[in-house]
């Protein structure tokens, strides 16, 4: 089965700073894809950024990149000069064959 | 309203209450999904439909029936729920089940409390 492990309950940041969301999945698979999602408090939850597993550069989306290594199966975030609209929780997801599998989630607050 | 909306926002219903949530999507997808999300866990996939068919009934308790009339509307009819049930039900879609890297568009969720 696959899992998504997001071992950062909880984080912050400097408004301008840069951070770092770390995700790490285990799957047998060779063809799937990862996103970063984020959820706003009482927001709906929308797709940050998405990358292919097949394809070996970081997807990359404004402020928004990913670090991804394959053999290592690491997805992480990083986030460039931070807002304070990016206060919010962001999970790690993982989809192969239609099925989704979320991590549980960094609760990010950027600090002004 | 744009994307993926769900009614009610806010639902409290004790144990023996039968209610329904409402899903609709108006972007012209294939996909639709039902989720549990509890605090400090992975959000849990309940059930997905393609065309307006189960296709995936993640051993869910039968306390909770989906129904997926077409494929822009989803429901999820409760009837006595626990408590452990109280959390927030978000209802996602996608363009297609299977295909690259499909997007899931999610709606705002309702926060269901079970008294």
């Known amino acids: 089965a696959q899992t998504v492990t997001q071992s950062q309950p909880e984080m912050s940041v400097q408004e301008a700073e840069t951070v770092t969301l770390s995700c790490t999945y285990d799957?047998?698979?060779?063809?799937?894809?990862l996103f970063w999602y984020k959820q706003p408090p009482s927001r709906q939850m929308i797709l940050v950024i998405r990358?292919?597993?097949?394809?070996?550069q970081n997807a990359t989306e404004n402020r928004f990149s990913v670090n991804f290594q394959k053999a290592a199966k690491s997805f992480s975030l990083k986030i460039s000069d931070s807002q304070l609209g990016d206060t919010a929780m962001y999970f790690c997801?993982?989809?192969?064959?239609?099925?989704?599998?979320f991590g549980t989630g960094t609760s990010l607050t950027v600090i002004p | 309203e744009t994307g993926v909306t769900q009614t009610p926002r806010h639902l409290v219903m004790g144990m023996t209450n039968k209610k329904s949530l409402k899903c609709e999507q108006h972007?012209?997808?294939?996909?639709m999904y039902w989720y549990k999300q509890s605090a400090k866990k992975p959000l849990e996939l309940m059930f997905v439909?393609?065309?307006?068919?189960?296709?995936e009934n993640n051993s869910v308790p039968s306390r909770f029936s989906p129904e997926c009339p077409n494929s822009s509307h989803l429901f999820l009819h409760l009837h006595t729920l626990q408590p452990e049930d109280s959390a927030l039900y978000l209802c996602?879609?996608?363009?297609?089940?299977?295909?690259?890297?499909?997007?899931?568009?999610f709606g705002p969720g309702t926060r269901l409390t079970v008294l």
């Open positions: 799957t047998s698979e060779n063809n799937y894809y």
């Open positions: 972007l012209g997808h294939n996909a």
């Open positions: 439909y393609s065309l307006e068919e189960r296709v």
């Open positions: 996602a879609s996608s363009q297609f089940l299977v295909a690259g890297g499909n997007e899931q568009f």
């Open positions: 990358q292919e597993a097949y394809k070996q």
């Open positions: 997801a993982f989809m192969n064959s239609g099925q989704f599998y």
